[in-house]
C-alpha cells in the first residue's frame, strides 16, 4: 500500500522558521498533486498549500509571502518551509497526495498521520 510519512513539526517561538517533509512510499505508479493542510483544536481542517507535479502551487491566503511549498518528484517528497510563524499558524499539519498505485488504475487521495506544530508568543 501507499505510506505519508511527516516530519520536521515542533515547538517554536513566533517569527521563527520550521521546514515539515513528507515523504511518499510504498505502491506508486504516479503522483499529481501534493499539499498540506491544518487543523488546529476545534476547526475545521483547511488547505495550507498544494503543488501539482507540473510545478504549479497554490496558497491559503494566510501563508502567503510566509510559506512555500516545494517537492522533489524524484523521492516522491513535499516540502513546506515555514517562515515569520505566528501563533495561529498552531495547528497538526497534514500531508496529501493524489496517488495513482498501478497504470489502469484509479487516482486516490492519501494522507498522513499529521505533524504538530506548536508556534508560542
Known amino acids: 500500500q501507499v505510506q505519508l510519512v511527516e516530519s520536521g513539526g515542533g515547538l517554536v517561538q513566533a517569527g521563527g522558521s520550521l521546514r515539515l517533509s513528507c515523504a511518499a512510499s510504498?505502491?506508486?505508479?504516479?503522483?499529481?498533486?501534493m499539499g498540506w493542510y491544518r487543523q488546529a483544536p476545534g476547526k475545521q481542517r483547511e488547505l495550507v498549500a498544494t503543488?501539482?507535479?507540473?510545478?504549479?502551487?497554490n496558497y491559503a491566503d494566510s501563508v502567503k509571502g510566509r510559506f512555500t511549498i516545494s517537492r522533489d518528484n524524484a523521492k516522491n517528497t513535499v516540502y513546506l518551509q515555514m517562515n515569520s510563524l505566528k501563533p495561529e499558524d498552531t495547528a497538526v499539519y497534514y500531508c496529501?497526495?493524489?496517488?495513482?498505485?498501478?497504470?489502469?488504475?484509479?487516482?486516490?487521495?492519501?494522507w498522513g498521520r499529521g505533524t504538530q506544530v506548536t508556534v508560542s508568543s
Open positions: 496529501n497526495a493524489n496517488i495513482l498505485t498501478q497504470a489502469m488504475g484509479v487516482w486516490r487521495s492519501f
Open positions: 503543488s501539482t507535479s507540473g510545478g504549479s502551487t
Open positions: 510504498g505502491s506508486i505508479f504516479s503522483i499529481n498533486k
